[in-house]
């Protein structure tokens, strides 16, 4: 008995501590002040060097946190509870939060900066005048390839993957759309294609692909490719530039038969306290230097047309990543497929994971 | 019981290796120079210099630790009532459904916890943060704790019971006299299940953290992005070194001063 | 007296039950009626019993099985072992310590090890048997699936077994059984209570296991964990989601039954 209240006395004095130091070290770090922003962002997707400079430029400290799907973030804002002043949700995720009322317009008036993003990443089809949200990033879905591994063979297409000699050579991203777009398009069918003959066939197409595919994987692709563990893997463009700057023996191509084009947005929940604030931090990342230096912090490409006069010309110019407009003119934006849609095209993803030949 | 002997070191042996090979893998990368978890380039500290510089991050940590600590404590208290409440029922009926609905928590998929504790937080107004987070990790700690302690309960032999009662010990008496030191080891059990159930989350942090509160899974996940960055290897090798220490150190001193009593159960 | 007692107890208990087991099971289970727009349905229960869940669920279990099966073969000799040692409740906590080290950091670290070019590759290269793919196998998934679980089968076997009178074991020794013998027919039945509650803390648990189906067995394995975690975090088919919830849920209490005890003995 003894030992247990002694145990248990030792336990609570030691959490009482702890919870007394955390108190301090967030006060002095002036969490607790009031003048705060609290930020939602994908893990890594912000040079923390722009975060301290707008702590000094407007005197607002930031509370900094981190989502991994859009679909956590939007459960995350739609039942309340939280405070999130600004948040990054990608295209698709945006029609959907309009639709259920989880966004607050903006205010273009405060937003100077505006005038630097390239017109052709504004006013489209998920936000019509950009009512709700600002570009951040952009990028593709395409193919990144070890030509070492693979002998020197090149790849071009979707239908390269399909090869017998890539066996057990593939990783797949874990996305549903991803992958049964990879489907359709390799028929040459829309990625937002709603035919259930046209899905089948894509289906079907993906399930011969399965002794190629080596495994169907997150966020570690990145660290996999790098580390040469498998010679192909379907990614996302910024990932590929982060796989390729670890390791050059790598290549990006975007398939010509279209891909998809996405675009990753800053905007303000309805969960926002520090609106004011939140428009100063937009603005302060619009801000051609500072999209400039995220951009080469993070790899992805950026919207800003003048930011790109600020980065080195092998990333501003590399076609891999800043392709031209006719390129991403063959490649197709997400719909909003409808949530019955989407689920189905889910269920079509688990089948083709399940699959076994 | 020479070969004996050690071939059953050996065996005991090999599963110690493999239980800590990922540990140690994990340490010796976090002096890689090169900045990933291969291909170790040459030796560095910077990534522990980056841990130390880093206030956003130790905050983070002594949020788990007190996270952790408060959980493990306030479930093993409920749990402990717990067990003591599913001993007493008589009905195998009503025993058995006790026990089915405290192991809800166990198998349900941290996921599901996740979501439904979120809404229900939300439906009774508590704001996402410690409190919301420190609610849960209790909540899905006392399960384990009830699983812990109840099998020592039950091989307690009523007569003992029946005795110190028959002596003139009040229930409370009997309670802190009789049960609890006889229950100490499943309580302890109970403990650090508790506590290694609450650092090792983070599906359900994940769903009703908020405003800021962050704990270390939780962390890592989002960081992991990028790939892991060593800083991180650096930070769970000094937690992991330090909850070594802790922990021998706890062992040695505790032996020395209650030698017969306590852990070493009666023989 | 011992009903005021029992009250006591149970007060702060069933009200813990209640906030968190039965209004979670509540909410799970009126999800389970809505389809993915919102509206009230079936459906989600028809769409269980199509093969794609049925073969997941199998699946699921199969797994699940070999999982305790292994976590069993190596845990009992680990905690009968341990009992035997000098500094055992150490030992015991050393055991339990590496799962306090972040999971996802660990899986990293099989990544790592398992890796084509990793440290068990270059085992096998120097014990002759050449590279092979480990990672992305049945074997690195129940691999580490096992490692996962054996601290929770360790913990409850090693008590059984403390709680073991050693003059039962002598005894038997003393009547000529052999060590086989006494294990099967003395040890063994006396620690099941300890190997029943190690196997419901991991059987259960492995029935839903996310994450690593991704991470070490890049998705080749499906569970009905991998499924749920999708259907709430990536589909938001919450309905569907909590179907597959109901029946874990459901799973799992004849699995308590079944192993449950029949007579409480000693």
């Known amino acids: 008995m003894k030992q247990l209240v002694r145990m248990f006395t030792a336990v609570f ?105 390239n017109p052709r990443f504004l006013n489209l089809s998920f936000d019509k005048e950009n009512q ?75 399930n011969a692909l399965t002794p190629n595919v080596k495994a169907i994987v997150g966020d570690e692709i990145k660290m996999l490719l790098a580390g040469e563990e498998a010679a192909v893997g379907v990614v996302w463009s910024g990932d590929a530039s982060e796989i390729m700057s670890e390791n050059d023996e790598l290549d990006y191509v975007i398939p010509e038969e279209g891909s998809n084009l996405w675009f990753d947005n800053m905007v303000i929940p309805k969960t926002a306290k520090n609106i004011e604030g939140a428009h100063e931090f937009i603005n302060f990342m619009l801000d051609p230097e500072h999209a400039a230096q995220n951009a080469e912090y993070v790899g992805y490409s950026t919207p800003n047309e003048k930011a790109l006069e600020y980065l080195p010309e092998e990333i501003a110019g590399d076609k891999r990543f800043y392709p031209d407009p006719s390129v991403t003119d063959k490649l197709e934006v997400y719909d909003n497929l409808g949530k019955r849609m989407l689920a189905h095209y889910n269920e079509l993803f688990l089948e083709f994971k399940m699959y076994k030949n | 019981m020479g070969i004996k002997g050690k071939i059953s070191n050996l065996y005991l042996v090999a599963v110690f290796i493999i239980l800590y090979a990922p540990i140690f893998y994990l340490m010796y990368y976090s002096f890689n120079s090169g900045g990933a978890m291969h291909d ?41 009532m717990g067990a003591l409440a599913i001993n007493h029922v008589k009905r195998r009926q009503v025993k058995q459904t006790l026990l089915t609905l405290n192991n809800v ?144 150190g706890y062992y040695f001193i505790n032996q020395r001063n209650s030698r017969p009593k306590g852990m070493e159960v009666r023989k | 007296m011992q009903n005021k007692t029992r009250n006591l107890y149970l007060i702060p208990y069933v009200f813990w039950i209640l906030l968190f087991v039965i209004a979670p099971i509540l909410l799970i289970l009126y999800y389970s009626f809505f389809d993915i727009e919102g509206q009230f349905t079936l459906g989600n229960y028809t769409d269980f019993f199509s093969p794609v869940y049925l073969t997941m669920t199998l699946s699921s279990f199969w797994y699940a099985f070999l999982i305790t099966a292994f976590s069993l073969l190596i845990a009992y000799p680990t905690a009968y072992l341990l009992t035997k040692l000098k500094h055992k409740q150490l030992w015991l906590l050393l055991i339990i310590l590496p799962s306090w080290i972040n999971l996802l950091l660990k899986a990293y670290a099989f990544l790592g090890i398992f890796g ?63 060590s086989w013998t006494t294990f099967r027919r003395v040890i063994f039945p006396l620690t099941l209570d300890g190997v029943k509650a190690g196997c419901q803390a991991v059987f259960i648990p492995a029935l839903s296991l996310f994450m690593i189906t991704r991470l070490i067995a890049g998705n080749r394995v499906i569970t009905l964990g991998t499924a749920i975690e999708q259907h709430f975090l990536v589909t938001q088919d919450w309905g569907m989601g909590s179907t597959i919830a109901v029946f874990l849920i459901i799973a799992m209490a004849v699995f308590m039954i079944a192993t449950g005890n029949r007579r409480r003995g000693i």
């Open chain 1, 13 to 117: 004095l030691v959490a009482f501590v702890l919870i007394y130091v955390t108190f301090q070290l967030n006060s002095t770090e002036g969490y607790s002040s009031g003048n705060t922003l609290s930020i939602y962002n994908w893990g890594d997707y912000i040079d923390p060097d722009l975060l301290k400079q707008f702590e000094q430029e407007s005197g607002i400290k930031v509370i900094y946190q981190t989502f991994d799907s859009n679909e956590a973030m939007m459960t995350k804002i739609a039942q309340g509870g939280t405070t999130f002043d600004v948040a990054v949700p990608s295209e698709y995720a945006i029609s959907k939060m309009k639709e259920e009322n989880l966004l607050l317009p903006i205010d273009h008036s405060k937003l100077s900066n505006l005038k630097y993003i």
């Open chain 1, 132 to 206: 709700y949200s600002v570009p951040y990033f952009w990028g593709t879905v395409g193919i990144v390839y070890n030509p070492k591994l693979l002998g020197g063979k090149e790849i071009t297409s979707w239908n390269d993957l399909w090869d017998g000699d890539l066996r057990n050579q593939i990783l797949l991203v874990d996305g549903a759309r991803e992958v049964i777009g990879m489907g359709l398009n390799s028929l040459h069918y829309s990625l937002n294609d709603t035919d259930e003959a046209h899905l089948q066939e894509a289906k079907n197409k993906l």
């Open chain 2, 40 to 80: 170790f380039e040459g030796f560095t500290l910077e990534w522990y210099q980056e841990v130390f510089a880093d206030t956003r991050l130790l905050i983070i940590v002594l949020n788990t630790f007190v996270i952790a600590l408060l959980s493990a404590a306030i479930s093993t208290i409920l749990g402990v």
């Open chain 2, 105 to 248: 928590l166990i198998v349900s998929p941290d996921v599901i916890i996740g979501a439904s504790f979120l809404i229900l937080f939300t439906i009774i107004g508590i704001q996402l943060g410690f409190a919301s987070v420190l609610l849960s990790h209790i909540a899905f700690s006392v399960p384990i704790v009830v699983l812990m302690v109840l099998p020592k309960l039950q091989e307690m032999s009523p007569t003992l019971i029946d005795a110190a009662r028959d002596l003139g010990a009040s229930r409370w008496e009997v309670l802190t006299k009789v049960v609890l030191p006889y229950i100490t080891p499943g309580i302890f059990a109970g403990f650090f299940m508790a506590l290694t159930y609450s650092l090792d989350d983070f599906a359900v942090t994940f769903f009703v953290t908020g405003n800021g509160f962050s704990t270390l899974s939780v962390e890592i996940y989002s960081r992991a992005r990028q790939g892991i960055s060593l800083s991180v290897n650096a930070l769970s090798s000094l937690l992991f070194l330090f909850t070594i220490a802790l922990v021998i």
């Open chain 3, 116 to 178: 084509t070019y990793g440290p068990a590759n270059a085992l096998l290269e120097v014990l002759g048997i050449g590279a092979k793919q480990i990672l992305f196998t049945d074997f690195s998934f129940l691999f580490v699936s096992v490692y996962i679980f054996i601290p929770f089968m360790v913990l409850p076997i090693y008590n059984a077994l403390e709680k073991l009178n050693p003059s039962l074991v002598d005894a038997s020794r003393d009547l000529g059984a052999s």
